[in-house]
């Protein structure tokens, strides 16, 4: 793009004198990644203002600046002042990329739980009926089948338009992408329309960030509200917040609630089955909260235009997201406890997971909850995990979760305020020694449940991160355990 052509798609305030000649690009936010003839866009951040690195990015090779403020400099860079760089990184994002996102059908998925697996199953269901699909979540980015690590739930807008590009020019027809309630605050998702949006469901969480639970809804329906005529949303009306999401948007609404247009046939530890709208689906995923999840990528397939029958086949065949409800096991004929990982960190997702694991278990089978929270995370949902705990599972350890530069004790320390008895309470801050401990203590017919990092294979302590993965650890505890160890 040359700077005719930029200055025209933002039709800014004030421009400087100065007009470099040729192509400019490419659009960088991070001064740091500034290369000869890139256009530099100033952001405010919830902790860095991009405005504090104008002279560093020219400094750099910058040929143009886009801020929010007069900005006055001899060199030969062109300056641009808008009233808003947030909301127009976006959509320049997506100009200076070719405009990816018109060339896919975009579901966009939100919510506090459910947004990896339902994103996954539809991924995995659409890949099984022969699209072409490309995936951006929590746990990966995948362009068709090729995985990428993911960092963000929703990436910055520079780096999803140039995650798009990739996409469409790998063949991909299809983006199923998970939708942060802060990118949607922060704008990251402008500049392309979705196809199809869902909610999962809302429940405390990011409170550290949105601060009320009123504000954090309303970052949720922005999604929906951006929705234009010809647009689907598929939205649990079961959850208290439903009703809120589908008011006075202009997308066709179509509405899941069990009881009314969908059924759990079956609940057991072997798996479920439910019915969407009269076609039936037996899924190896346990859980009630799955059959929340089944039943949405069911109806997102759905509202794309696939065979009812041929959607079910498909989620029946399909294994879900990693670190959800996943299974550690050894290839050992030896009698072990059954180990769980699952990303449970939210009070609520905690809860589901461990009444899942309570109603399947056989009778004299102890349940051990390993979880701990994250640190510089709202703290206010701490002790509310511990009740979730308390309810459901029959030993506990209370451990580090990602304490980042927080005191993981601390965070113990509030964790521990929410148990009105600590009989069958332990407190172990490593993470490593608290799986170690449950898998020594349990029996080969209890149920031990790692919670709150599922698939991350890192560990954050003091800002850094370190290499962990609790499937590994639990691993590892599990071998020492068949050998007679501990």
């Known amino acids: 793009m040359n700077t005719h052509d930029l200055i025209e798609f933002i039709n800014p305030l004030n421009t400087s004198r100065f007009k470099p000649e040729g192509e400019v690009g490419p659009l960088v936010q991070d001064s740091r990644q500034v290369t000869e003839s890139s256009v530099f866009i100033a952001i405010r951040g919830t902790e860095v ?18 801020c929010e403020e007069s900005y006055y400099t001899d060199a030969e860079v062109c300056v641009i002042e808008v009233e808003n760089t947030r909301s127009l990184i976006g959509p320049l994002a997506q100009k200076m990329a070719g405009n990816p996102g018109d060339k896919l059908k975009i579901i966009g998925i939100t919510g506090t739980n459910g947004k990896t697996t339902t994103a996954t199953l539809v991924y995995q269901a659409l890949t099984k009926l022969g699209e072409k699909v490309s995936l951006l979540g ?6 068709l089948t ?3 690590d993911s960092k963000l739930t929703t990436a910055d807008p520079i780096e999803l338009a140039a995650d798009m590009k990739k996409m469409v020019e790998a063949g991909s027809e299809y983006l199923v992408m998970e939708v942060s309630s802060h990118a949607l605050h922060q704008a990251r998702v402008g500049g392309f329309d979705f196809k199809v949006a869902a909610f999962t469901n809302l429940s405390q969480d990011h409170l550290d960030y949105h601060e009320t639970i009123e504000e954090y ?6 999604l929906f509200d951006g929705l234009k005529p010809g647009s689907s949303a598929v939205i649990n009306m079961d959850d208290s917040y439903g009703v809120f999401m589908a008011d006075g948007i202009s997308a066709q609404i179509s509405e899941l609630s069990f009881g009314k247009n969908a059924h759990v046939l ?6 479920l089955k439910i019915s969407v709208d009269g076609s039936e689906i037996s899924s190896s995923l346990v859980g009630h909260f799955n059959a929340f999840n089944l039943a949405e990528a069911f109806m997102i397939c759905n509202e794309l235009g696939h065979d009812k029958q041929r959607i079910a086949s498909a989620l029946s065949s399909v294994p879900g997201a990693p670190g959800r ?6 290839d050992l004929e030896t009698d072990l406890p059954k180990v769980i990982v699952d990303y449970a960190h939210t ?13 399947s278990r056989t009778q004299n089978q102890f349940i051990y909850c390993v979880f701990g929270a994250g640190g510089d995370r709202d703290s206010g ?3 509310e995990m511990a009740k979730a705990a308390l309810e459901f599972a029959d030993e506990i350890i209370v451990t580090s979760d990602n304490p980042r530069t927080e005191n993981p004790d601390l965070i113990i320390a509030d964790i521990l305020q929410g148990f009105e008895n600590t009989d069958n309470v332990v407190t172990i801050t490593s993470r490593k020694e608290a799986i170690f401990k449950a898998i020594e203590l349990a029996s080969s017919n209890d149920i031990i449940l790692i919670a709150g990092k599922g698939h991350e294979d890192y560990q954050e302590i003091d800002g850094k991160r370190y290499p962990f993965d609790d499937r590994l650890v639990a691993k590892e505890a599990l071998e020492l355990k068949a050998k007679g160890g501990f």
Not at 53 to 65: N, P, Q, S
Not at 266 to 271: L, V
């Open 138 to 143: 929590t746990v990966e980015k995948k362009i």
């Open 347 to 359: 009070p609520d997702a905690l809860e589901n997971v461990l009444k899942t694991l309570s109603e």
């Open 146 to 148: 090729e995985a990428l």
């Open 217 to 222: 809804a309303a970052a949720k329906k922005i």
């Open 49 to 66: 203002d991009g405005h504090m690195f104008l002279e560093d990015a020219i400094h750099r090779g910058a040929k143009v600046i886009i």
């Open 266 to 271: 079956s609940n057991s530890a072997q798996g």
């Open 325 to 330: 409800m996943e299974s550690v096991n050894l």
């Open 381 to 383: 949902k701490r002790p």
